[in-house]
């Protein structure tokens, strides 16, 4: 659920014999790369026993599209759940999931990994970026209201909301409703009572942990080749060493629980989307891991 209603949506043309049903989710080609096939597809597996979802990646390459054809997932999705088909502008939380307390913290944990940032943030233009922040934007706002009475009042975190804020995308203005959580002990809170689990984001706490701070505008491979310590600074020009990949994916999994999967069953995830893609589409995912260095393959 906290999937779907961050980077989730449903589609559901019902006519006759010609029907279609698609349950897709979307996110950043290399950002968030290793979270939809690492915790994503996982998750959908063992959730619904679907496997081999169909996955689509644009012409740029900037962002990736895992998609499931299931009428029955769809219409349970729709009608059990009560989930929108197309824009998610009304959706809400069940009340299923919002009167378990274990539930709805599992939904944050994957709101957040969807559509949500975490960020450090600087008192002064040349200070440290030591000051945590966790900020999730949606178009729907009883989601927004629904989960914030549940960190306030179940967790005892502060939180700040802003609705109907306006943001200007590329075709349309967008009314957004923002939820943030900025107190280091709240953030611990999150992390302790809730978790992470984009690799992306938990690269960065492993930074802040390493360097007291983590800059702003660095990228997954730079992060994750910096961690490894196959780099001297965030800013890796390329893809990274197996070994090196391998090595900080398990340090994840131990310390975070996520992703789902190990480092070496990630690579061959990313190996066989990588062939498929290159077969249908002819292009592949942005490269992450450098399987062709020497001694690597």
Same mark, same amino acid.
């Given at each position: 659920?906290?999937?779907?209603?961050?980077?989730?949506?449903?589609?559901?043309?019902?006519?006759? /014999?010609? #029907?279609?049903?698609?349950?897709?989710?979307?996110?950043?080609?290399?950002?968030?790369?290793?979270?939809?096939?690492?915790?994503?597809?996982?998750?959908?597996?063992?959730?619904?026993?679907?496997?081999?979802?169909?996955?689509?990646?644009?012409?740029?390459?900037?962002?990736? /599209?895992?998609?499931?054809?299931?009428?029955?997932?769809? &219409?349970?999705?729709?009608? /059990?759940?009560?989930?929108?088909?197309?824009?998610?502008?009304?959706?809400?939380?069940? *009340?299923?999931?919002?009167?378990?307390?274990?539930?709805?913290?599992?939904?944050?944990?994957?709101?957040?990994?969807?559509? +949500?940032?975490?960020?450090?943030? #600087?008192?002064?233009?040349?200070?440290?970026?030591?000051?945590?922040?966790?900020?999730?934007?949606? $178009?729907?706002?009883?989601?927004?209201?629904?989960?914030?009475?549940?960190?306030?009042?179940?967790?005892?975190?502060?939180?700040?909301?802003?609705?109907?804020?306006?943001?200007? +995308?590329?075709?349309?203005? #967008?009314?957004? *409703?923002?939820?943030?959580?900025?107190? !280091?002990?709240?953030?611990?809170?999150?992390?302790?009572?809730?978790?992470? /689990?984009?690799?992306?984001?938990?690269?960065?706490?492993?930074?802040?942990?390493?360097?007291?701070?983590?800059?702003?505008?660095?990228? $997954?491979?730079?992060?994750?080749?910096?961690?490894?310590?196959?780099?001297?600074?965030?800013?890796?020009?390329?893809?990274?060493?197996?070994?090196?990949?391998?090595?900080?994916?398990?340090?994840?999994?131990?310390?975070?629980?996520?992703?789902?999967?190990?480092?070496?069953? &990630?690579?061959?995830?990313?190996?066989?989307?990588?062939?498929? &893609?290159?077969?249908? &589409?002819?292009?592949?995912?942005?490269?992450?891991?450098? !399987?062709?260095?020497?001694?690597?393959?």
């Amino acid at each position: 659920m906290g999937i779907h209603l961050g980077d989730g949506s449903l589609s559901a043309r019902m006519r006759g /014999s010609h #029907s279609t049903y698609q349950y897709d989710i979307t996110g950043h080609a290399t950002e968030d790369q290793l979270y939809l096939i690492g915790q994503v597809i996982p998750i959908v597996s063992s959730a619904y026993g679907l496997h081999q979802p169909g996955i689509y990646l644009d012409r740029r390459q900037s962002w990736i /599209s895992v998609r499931y054809q299931s009428k029955s997932v769809v &219409l349970f999705k729709h009608e /059990s759940l009560g989930l929108p088909n197309g824009r998610k502008t009304n959706a809400s939380i069940p *009340h299923v999931i919002r009167d378990d307390g274990r539930l709805m913290r599992c939904l944050a944990r994957e709101l957040v990994a969807t559509d +949500g940032v975490l960020g450090f943030y #600087s008192a002064s233009p040349s200070g440290p970026h030591k000051y945590a922040r966790i900020q999730l934007k949606l $178009t729907a706002a009883a989601v927004v209201a629904e989960l914030a009475n549940f960190l306030k009042h179940e967790l005892g975190m502060s939180v700040s909301c802003r609705m109907n804020a306006v943001t200007h +995308g590329r075709w349309i203005r #967008s009314p957004q *409703h923002i939820l943030q959580v900025n107190c !280091l002990g709240d953030i611990d809170t999150w992390r302790r009572e809730i978790g992470f /689990s984009n690799p992306s984001h938990i690269s960065r706490l492993m930074i802040f942990e390493l360097m007291g701070e983590c800059p702003p505008r660095t990228g $997954t491979v730079g992060r994750l080749s910096f961690l490894s310590g196959r780099s001297s600074d965030l800013t890796c020009p390329g893809p990274i060493p197996r070994s090196a990949f391998i090595s900080v994916i398990d340090e994840m999994r131990k310390r975070f629980g996520s992703p789902r999967v190990k480092g070496e069953h &990630l690579i061959q995830q990313m190996r066989g989307i990588n062939r498929r &893609l290159q077969t249908r &589409l002819g292009r592949g995912l942005p490269e992450i891991v450098n !399987l062709r260095a020497a001694g690597e393959i």
